[in-house]
């Protein structure tokens, strides 16, 4: 989604239209910046976006807090792999559970929000085996884990259709 | 959320009191957007966090924002994929050593 958002501000620079996706995107994350507390990236997008112009890129930075990989994250992402899910796209699911955000010191978030239509169909079809397989796991964990829950995905059209 | 009725001739009626809360003119171009969810109509005019950031350049700022996006522009979609696959995080056991105890310290 930050990509969409970016490159919807990249058009405007040139005084070009915004594609459907960028145009989605863009005011999607308008509308959740209004509402939501907190705005997560991952840690590698937060990366990225440090490596691309200020311009651009800071006010992204400055509006949003990078999470950070808990223990257990990849332990997690390793099993969504098993529901045919892309490794990168496991990591990001991953972060909605076990991305920790150290200066409030909370875990997990309550929903991703995401341009990837067929990421959000493939969890919703694939949830009551997957909340299974994340309840096994988690009941392994050590205590301060049991706070660990379940994202939401909601594509930036389903946020718009809520607008 | 509001509901729209097609009429007859496949014409979207929007309900006057949302023309009036988003302040539509005749001649206002809408976005239909057709997703898996359905179709969705929004104004497609700039969000507010968008032009808040475009509000905020000064000239040349705004000069150098242009330089920047042509730069982007010129990428071709490979390598706009390749520039925000960068350092992708592996899911290997191997990489874990990066990852934090909850609760933090």
């Known amino acids: 989604m930050i990509r969409r958002v970016y490159e919807r501000r990249v058009r405007l620079a040139l005084g070009k239209p915004p594609t459907l996706l960028q145009a989605e995107a863009a005011n999607s994350y308008a509308y959740v910046a209004s509402i939501a507390n907190r705005l997560y990236i991952t840690e590698q997008t937060a990366n990225i976006l440090k490596l691309r112009t200020p311009n651009f890129a800071a006010p992204l930075l400055a509006e949003t807090r990078p999470l950070k990989k808990a223990r257990y994250l990849r332990r997690w992402a390793r099993r969504l792999t098993d529901f045919a899910f892309s490794s990168e796209d496991a990591i990001v699911l991953a972060y909605g559970s076990f991305g920790l955000d150290v200066t ?60 | 959320m509001e509901k729209l009725t097609v009429d007859a001739e496949g014409k979207i009626i929007i309900p006057p009191e949302v023309i009036q809360k988003r302040g539509l ?33 000064d000239d040349t700022q705004r000069l150098l924002a242009e330089d920047d996006a042509r730069h982007y522009e010129s990428l071709s979609e490979q390598e706009r994929d390749a520039l925000w696959k960068q350092e992708a995080d592996s899911v290997e056991i191997e990489a874990e050593s990066d990852e934090l105890d909850f609760p933090t310290n």
């Open chain 1, 104 to 163: 409030s010191k909370s875990i997990g978030v309550d929903a991703i929000v995401t341009t990837d239509v067929r990421l959000a169909e493939h969890y919703e079809r694939r949830h009551a085996e997957i909340r299974n397989r994340f309840s096994d796991m988690v009941v392994n964990l050590p205590e301060a884990y049991a706070v660990v829950r379940l994202p939401q995905v909601l594509t930036t059209a389903a946020i718009l259709s809520i607008v």
């Open chain 2, 25 to 57: 003119q005749p001649g206002d171009e809408l976005t239909l957007v057709e997703s898996a969810e359905g179709l969705l109509v929004y104004d497609g005019g700039i969000d507010a966090k968008t032009l808040a950031w475009w509000n905020r350049l």
